[in-house]
């Protein structure tokens, strides 16, 4: 017996896919630097320092005196000489005058014109402890230094970004379909 059959074809949708990949550019330029430093502006102020060395007494102690020292000294040497002898002549005057008292003066005038002083052995140290004078006023310096800013000028550049999206097209490629058939 023969049954009546059913049949039943299909066909498939197909679909077709056209993608387009979406691009991107990053660009990213560099900053543009504008640096400056200009000089520190310094000031230097100085005083001089002064050494002051006396050697007056120093040199006078080695007899190595002064033209004006040495007039002086010959001076003042000589005052005393004259007033020690107007001293000495006066005395002289009065034992002269004396004489009827007794006595020789004019022997005791020629002992005293030839007597020989004594001299004494000393021990000196030339030039003498001292005798040179030093003082000394120290200097000063005085720095001063102004710092000047840094001019900055510099840009930081912007990115270049360019994106152009992607994008997906579709299509039927095949269109379904379906058929029923009755076979006997």
């Known amino acids: 017996?023969?049954?009546?059959?059913?049949?039943?074809?299909?066909?498939?949708?197909?679909?077709?896919?056209?993608?387009?990949?979406?691009?991107?550019?990053?660009?990213?330029?560099?900053?543009?630097?504008?640096?400056?430093?200009p000089q520190a502006e310094m000031t230097i102020n100085t005083t001089k320092?002064?050494?002051?060395?006396?050697?007056?007494?120093?040199?006078?102690?080695?007899?190595?005196?002064?033209?004006?020292?040495?007039?002086?000294?010959?001076?003042?040497y000589a005052r005393s000489e004259v007033s020690n002898g107007i001293a000495r002549r006066a005395e002289d005057g009065n034992e002269l005058m004396k004489i009827e008292n007794g006595g020789s003066p004019n022997a005791s005038f020629a002992?005293?014109?030839?007597?020989?002083?004594?001299?004494?052995?000393?021990?000196?140290?030339?030039?003498?402890?001292?005798?040179?004078?030093?003082s000394?006023?120290?200097?000063?310096?005085?720095?001063?230094v102004d710092p000047q800013k840094v001019i900055n000028n510099s840009k930081a550049n912007k990115p270049m970004h360019t994106y152009t999206p992607g994008k997906v097209t579709t299509e039927l490629l095949q269109k379904p379909s379906i058929q029923i058939d009755w076979k006997v």
Not at 117 to 134: D, H, Q, R
Not at 136 to 144: K, M, N, T, Y
């Open 49 to 76: 320092s002064r050494l002051f060395i006396d050697t007056t007494q120093a040199r006078a102690d080695m007899d190595l005196k002064s033209a004006a020292q040495r007039t002086e000294e010959v001076a003042q």
């Open 136 to 144: 000394f006023e120290p200097g000063s310096v005085d720095i001063r």
């Open 111 to 134: 002992e005293r014109a030839f007597r020989q002083p004594y001299s004494s052995l000393n021990l000196k140290f030339i030039p003498s402890y001292g005798s040179v004078k030093v």
């Open 1 to 37: 017996m023969n049954i009546p059959q059913l049949q039943v074809t299909t066909t498939k949708a197909q679909l077709g896919l056209t993608t387009r990949q979406p691009t991107q550019q990053i660009e990213q330029p560099k900053a543009t630097l504008d640096l400056q430093q």
